[in-house]
């Protein structure tokens, strides 16, 4: 059975305190524009409950579900049978059909939980609780459905209010906190595994995300920019829409392959790549970067590695969500937000195309500082140039 409304759970946003209302309406926000483009859709927060309500009768069940479990700061999604006119004998019909119509097989246990929030109703929550679990006994115990208040398989709901709402299933979102809480980031994405889940994990805490992209045409190709692109949409279904910044990086890559040694590539790169990163942070009101960088996973992700690429950036800090975790954790993540398909096409990255065949694992920043110094003159033009040439697109 479709129903045409959910309540939809929020567990963080719960222990807020005064301004819990602000992550309230924040969340309310995020839920009407995931679902504008679905149809005509009424969320509203009642009794501390958040309400979604579909205005038409005909509208894509599957796709609303979808959609709602990936809007970060939703724990759960309950779809409901709402009962107009409340009285004992219109629920307990009501609830009959509901579990007879939602669960083919009945012999496993259940609780009934009732919430009486309309105090004229005539019985209280507690004879509501006895009343509604003798009427489901008297239905279906001749099929193995039996009561277990400790452990039970089920946990039936039954709010009554002007209206009563009956639910048992908790569809489980993404949980953490509606993107628009709590400030905005700018993440550097690769067409790799980690960089996505690194951006959806900082926005998972509330944060709007940007995004910045370095690509080197024509030693990288359009397909791996469509690439980027793709993830980026994918993690902006959870984390609302993500300006994305193209930087073409090759004039910049062909003088430092010119000048430096080739071993330290890398580090000098990515130094340049944050620095990058810290400019458009700062016009984009960012206040912070993010990255997915884990310890010891290649050799510009040594800790001595980090710590020099780390020191290319002054004024803002650089978040690492991943820095703990091991390949397969990040993997098992990539699959579960779907982005995991799409980083695994094996299309090159711009950090890719000047490998050295050993570079340096254990740099300092003495010696990187003192590389750089050889760029002095010629780097200056080509950052300015990369930097007004960015290329800007919106994903959603
Ligand atoms: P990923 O799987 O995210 O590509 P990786 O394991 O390939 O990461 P590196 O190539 O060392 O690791 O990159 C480390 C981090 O630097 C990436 O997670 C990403 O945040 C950033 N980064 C690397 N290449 C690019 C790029 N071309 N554009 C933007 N950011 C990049
Ligand atoms: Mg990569």
Redesign the pocket.
């Known amino acids: 059975m479709n129903y045409r409304v959910f309540i939809i759970k929020y567990a963080e946003i719960g222990t807020k305190g005064k301004n819990r209302y602000v992550f309230e309406d924040t969340l309310c926000k995020r839920m009407r524009q995931r679902l504008k483009p679905l149809g005509n859709f009424n969320v509203k927060r009642e009794y501390g409950r958040i309400f979604v309500i579909a205005e038409s009768e005909e509208f894509d069940y599957d796709a609303v579900i979808d959609r709602l479990t990936r809007i970060f700061g939703v724990s759960g999604v309950c779809p409901v049978k709402v009962v107009e006119e409340p009285s004992v004998e219109s629920i307990s019909e009501a609830l009959t059909e509901y579990i007879d119509s939602e669960y083919g097989e009945k012999s496993f246990s259940f609780k009934m939980h009732v919430r009486r929030n309309d105090k004229t109703f005539p019985l209280n929550s507690m004879e509501m609780d006895a009343k509604l679990g003798e009427v489901l006994l008297d239905a279906f115990s001749k099929d193995g459905l039996h009561v277990d208040v400790h452990n039970p398989k089920v946990k039936v709901e039954v709010e009554i209010r002007d209206k009563a709402y009956i639910y048992s299933k908790v569809i489980p979102g993404p949980g953490g906190l509606p993107v628009g809480t709590n400030g905005k980031a700018i993440s550097?994405?690769?067409?790799?595994?980690?960089?996505p889940v690194?951006t959806y994990m900082i926005a998972k805490r509330g944060v709007i995300m940007d995004a910045?992209?370095?690509?080197a045409p024509p030693y990288t190709s359009e397909r791996a920019k469509e690439k980027v692109k793709k993830l980026g949409t994918i993690v902006s279904q959870y984390a609302g829409p993500i300006k994305l910044h193209i930087v073409n990086f090759i004039d910049i890559q062909l003088a430092i392959y010119d000048k430096c040694p080739h071993d330290e590539l890398t580090i000098i790169m990515?130094r340049f790549?944050f620095r990058m990163a810290e400019d458009i942070a700062k016009m984009e009101d960012c206040q912070c970067i993010v990255?997915?960088?884990s310890i010891g996973?290649?050799s510009?992700?040594t800790t001595q590695s980090l710590s020099v690429i780390n020191e290319a950036v002054n004024d803002i800090p650089v978040f690492r969500p991943l820095i703990g975790m091991d390949k397969q954790e990040i993997i098992d993540i990539s699959e579960k937000i779907d982005t995991y398909e799409t980083s695994i096409l094996p299309y090159e990255?711009?950090?890719t195309i000047f490998v050295a065949k050993h570079p340096v694992t254990k740099p300092t920043l003495e010696q990187i500082k003192k590389s750089e110094e050889k760029l002095a003159g010629v780097i200056e033009p080509l950052y300015e140039k990369a930097l007004n040439e960015i290329e800007v697109v919106y994903l959603k």
């Open positions: 550097l994405l690769s067409g790799g595994i980690d960089s690194a910045v992209y370095f690509n990515k790549m990255t997915g960088e996973q290649v510009s992700q990255d711009c950090c």
